[in-house]
């Protein structure tokens, strides 16, 4: 039922998991109501929900764009299901806002691909990626994949190398700045998180901890199926594919270096592994086999939701 559906690309399968995602975000925030006593708080969380909704059209707008995907909305389905693995995530602005730049940076640099204005993509994802670093330092580590993507399509020319410091000059310039003039407690907020904490004290709440395995379970299947199929893909993807294992995989460090840790921070993967997951669904060649395992992801997703909620 549930390939049958998102095996294409159809208006109702946005309409289905737009209405689940508003379903799902406030059964989550409506445990705390303290929000809604003040207009400030009901923009924070309408900007939350908008941008998150954002995310499920940028991850499936990137995966069909460049040829990711057999014209499925699959990528729009898998984004959704990893968010409510973990749904802390809905509570966190910051995290939010940084998992958007990311997803912004993230885009053009699969772009890339296409060598049309290299260095505009070059500057727009560092910049984006500065921004992200802004609300969660560590996402700084994304800068690697912009120099891999370098190194994939644009070596030769010495400027592109140049590209990110410059972004970061004029991002940096751009935030101290605004910070003097607003609030200096910008900067010292930024330097606090900027810190390695390898720990991971925070394992007390045993259905957080199902949660989390669970959720490397299957992440651990997608990841080496994309990686191990990699030869069999059209040559023209390996680069942008490489680049989905690349970040995912950065996705994983930022979690482990980042202080104040949960498992919402692994937002950061839930885009790179919703379109291996796209790609480990598609290469499937039993219906049953399809059906099986989308639903089972399905459900994982929703019992670790529902245990997380306490509902």
Known sequence: MITSIFSKSRPFNYILVTVLMVCFFFVSET??????????????????LLLLLFALFLTNFVTKRNGMSKDSTYPFLFYFVFLVFFPGLFSDPSLIAANFFVLLAVRRLISLQSLITP?????????????????KFWCILYLLIVFISIIFHVSRDYRNWVIPFIALLSAGTIFVLCSLLFEPLWIERLWDGAYVDTSFEYFRDNRENLALSLYAAVSVLFFFALLFSLGSKPLILHSSYKKILFSFVVGVAVFVLSPAKGNALLSFTYMPLAIMATSYIEGLSSQWAKEGFSLGVCLVAIACFVMQVGI
């Open 31 to 48: 445990h705390d109501m303290g929000w809604a006593n003040s207009s400030a708080g009901i923009i924070i969380k309408t900007g939350c």
């Open 119 to 135: 260095k505009e993509k070059i500057f727009d994802a560092s910049l984006w990626i500065f921004a992200a670093a802004l609300f």
